[in-house]
């Protein structure tokens, strides 16, 4: 069994700042890429920055420049510091990982429950 929990979401004023951590728990063999997806009211789900285990990150062109993913490997965590936030930033945050579970050794996609982000004044 694998959970991924994530926190630090929040209501913050534009151009303000938070951070975003994931960390995975559980009968955990591997960790390979890991990521941030979110979903604001009547949207669908889209990414927003992903990072290999070797620290290769690709983002989404609306968060460039103001978001930075990274992963702590011995933790089995990742963050995503978010700068200069804005409105259309409200969503829910949903952490994302591909994870090779002990003793079935296998790949499987996991999702975390979500946290709340609002930007607003």
């Known amino acids: 069994q694998v959970q991924l929990v994530e926190s630090g979401g929040g209501l913050v004023q534009p151009g303000g700042s938070l951070r975003l951590s994931c960390a995975a728990s559980g009968s955990i063999f591997s960790i390979n890429a890991m990521g941030w997806y979110r979903q604001a009211p009547g949207k669908q789900r889209e990414l927003v920055a992903r990072i290999s285990r070797g620290g290769s990150t690709n983002y989404a062109d609306s968060v460039k420049g103001r978001f930075t993913i990274s992963r702590d490997n011995a933790k089995n965590t990742v963050y995503l510091q978010m700068n200069r936030l804005e409105a259309d930033d409200t969503a829910i945050y949903y952490c994302?990982?591909?994870?090779?579970?002990?003793?079935?050794?296998?790949?499987?996609?996991?999702w975390g429950q979500g946290t709340q982000v609002t930007v607003s004044s």
């Open positions: 994302n990982a591909d994870i090779t579970i002990r003793a079935i050794y296998t790949e499987r996609n996991y």
